[in-house]
C-alpha cells in the first residue's frame, strides 16, 4: 500500500500540520472521527487512489502498449502527483488516468456539459476545457506551474451522479420490468 502527504484542505477539519506526516491511504479513520463528512472522505478516498493508479504508471517500462511506447518517467510521475494535490484542494472531481505513449500521463474529465483533458510530462503540461457549446480554453505551461484554475469551471457543472450522496435502499423488480407488459 503506498503513502502520500495528506492533502492540505484537511487542515481546516483540525488535523494537524502535514509538512512532515505521511499516512496510510485511507481517510475511513477521519471520518469515523468526525472531521470528515461521509461525502467528503469518499471523495478523499477517490483522490488517493487516483495518486495510487499514477504511482502504478511508473512501472509501465518502454514498449508497453506493444508499440514502442514510452515507459513513464518519474517526473512526469511526480508532476501529475502534484496536479492531483492541487486539484484535489480545490475540491475538483476526481479524473480518468491513462498513460500516453509518449511517456506522459493524461488526465481527462467527462461531465454532462463539459469535458477537460490535460496531458502532463517530465516538463510541461497542455490541456483544454470545453464547456457546452462554446470553443475549447486552451492552456500549456510548466509542469511545477500547473493550477486548478484551468478547471475550476467544472465546479459549476452538476455532475450526474454523485455516489457519495445517495444510498440505494431499495430495489423492486417485477415481472413487467423484466419481460414487459404482456406478462
Known amino acids: 500500500m503506498s503513502t502520500y502527504e495528506l492533502p492540505g484542505y484537511l487542515q481546516s477539519f483540525g488535523i494537524p500540520s502535514v509538512d512532515d ?3 496510510e491511504t485511507s481517510t475511513r479513520g477521519y471520518a469515523a472521527r468526525g472531521y470528515l463528512s461521509d461525502a467528503q472522505a469518499s471523495l478523499s478516498e477517490a483522490w488517493e ?9 511508473e512501472s509501465l517500462e518502454d514498449g508497453w502498449d506493444g508499440y514502442g511506447g514510452l515507459g513513464i518517467g ?3 510521475i511526480g508532476a501529475a502527483r502534484l496536479a492531483c494535490a492541487r486539484f484535489s484542494v480545490a475540491n475538483l472531481p476526481v479524473p480518468d488516468i491513462s498513460p500516453k505513449s509518449g511517456g ?3 488526465l481527462s474529465w467527462d461531465l454532462e456539459d463539459a469535458e477537460a483533458y490535460i496531458e502532463i510530462g517530465n516538463t510541461t503540461f497542455s ?8 470553443e475549447p480554453a486552451l492552456f500549456q505551461g510548466a509542469a511545477v506551474e500547473i493550477s486548478a ?3 475550476i469551471p467544472l465546479l459549476q457543472i452538476r455532475l450526474p451522479f454523485d455516489a457519495a450522496g445517495y444510498t440505494i435502499s431499495d430495489i423492486k423488480i417485477n415481472p413487467e420490468l423484466i419481460y414487459g407488459s404482456a406478462a
Open 149 to 151: 484554475e484551468h478547471l
Open 127 to 134: 490541456g483544454y476545457l470545453k464547456i457546452g457549446n462554446f
Open 49 to 57: 487512489q487516483c495518486v495510487e493508479e499514477i504511482d502504478r504508471l
Open 21 to 23: 506526516v505521511r499516512y
Open 74 to 76: 518519474s517526473e512526469a
Open 104 to 106: 506522459t500521463i493524461g
